[in-house]
């Protein structure tokens, strides 16, 4: 072995071993999705003339703590906006007097905990028919 070849021998040695102390490194965890399961309407519940509209999920916190879900809407295609903020350990919502009109309502929501963001639920169509 020439002196050449050990040298890059030994820079090659020495490289893998230094590769081999380094811890791996973790991606941080992600946040559950929260998973929508029924969106309903109810006309004249609590004002004459509007519809209310009910949300209900479930959501997994797995190691994350209790904060908040935000509750995404989309207006007749108008664009996602923030429609409320609950505590995350919450299962459904009542938004009262949510329309006078009928609409499509498309709702999604997601977990927040100061600057941990979780990635937003499933997709639920309401479609909120003419008062009956």
Do not use: C
């Amino acid at each position: 072995m020439t002196r050449g070849q050990r040298r890059s021998w030994l820079a090659t040695f020495l490289q893998d071993r230094r590769r081999s102390r380094q811890q791996p490194v973790t991606p941080p965890a992600v946040p559950n999705a929260p998973v929508l399961l029924t969106g309903t309407y109810q006309w004249n519940r609590t004002t004459p003339g509007y519809a209310d509209v009910m949300l209900t999920w479930s959501f997994d916190h797995g190691s994350f703590p209790v904060a908040s879900l935000e509750i995404w809407a989309n207006v007749n295609t108008t664009g996602y906006q923030q429609l409320a903020t609950v505590p995350s350990n919450t299962t459904s919502i009542i938004s009262p007097n949510a329309t006078p009109v009928p609409i499509f309502v498309r709702v999604k929501s997601r977990y927040r905990n100061g600057s941990t963001v979780g990635p937003f639920s499933n997709e639920l169509l309401i479609y909120i028919q003419a008062q009956p």
